[in-house]
């Protein structure tokens, strides 16, 4: 079974920057993280989780929801086993709890669809403070 875990959440300032990471292990992650998709998701009280940031397999092609393009930037390490998201300029609606999630994929694609990911950390939180 992957098992995913998220670090690097807290508090900051309106304008300021956090980075989140999400180990992975267990199943067939830990010998063939390059076997998935990843992908960064984030859900505000009262609200759906929602797409944020997704990488492909080879950490080629990324993809970012139109409200975090351009301050918001994704990788991943495979020897590590972790990705990587990096949140620069950040603002109060970036405040919600983000999860990182992966799915196996033959493919090079980045993945936007919150079903098509098989397994999910537990979250980190993130505040931003006006």
């Known amino acids: 079974q992957v098992q995913l875990v998220e670090s690097g959440g807290g508090t900051v300032q309106a304008g300021g920057s956090l980075r989140l990471s999400c180990v992975g292990s267990?199943?067939?992650?830990?010998?063939?993280?390059?076997?998935?998709?990843m992908g960064w998701f984030r859900q505000a009280p009262g609200k759906e989780r929602e797409f944020v940031a997704g990488?492909?397999?080879?950490?080629?092609?990324?993809f970012y929801s139109d409200s975090v393009l351009g301050r918001f930037t994704i990788s991943k390490d495979d020897a590590k086993n972790t990705v990587f998201l990096q949140m620069n300029g950040l603002k109060p609606e970036d405040t919600a709890v983000y999860f990182c999630?992966?799915?196996?994929?033959?493919?090079?694609?980045?993945?936007?669809?919150?079903?098509?990911?098989?397994?999910w950390g537990q979250g980190t939180q993130v505040f931003v403070a006006s």
């Open positions: 990488i492909s397999r080879s950490g080629g092609p990324t």
């Open positions: 999630a992966a799915a196996r994929t033959n493919y090079s694609i980045v993945i936007t669809t919150r079903s098509r990911y098989e397994y």
């Open positions: 267990g199943g067939t992650y830990s010998s063939y993280a390059g076997n998935y998709a």
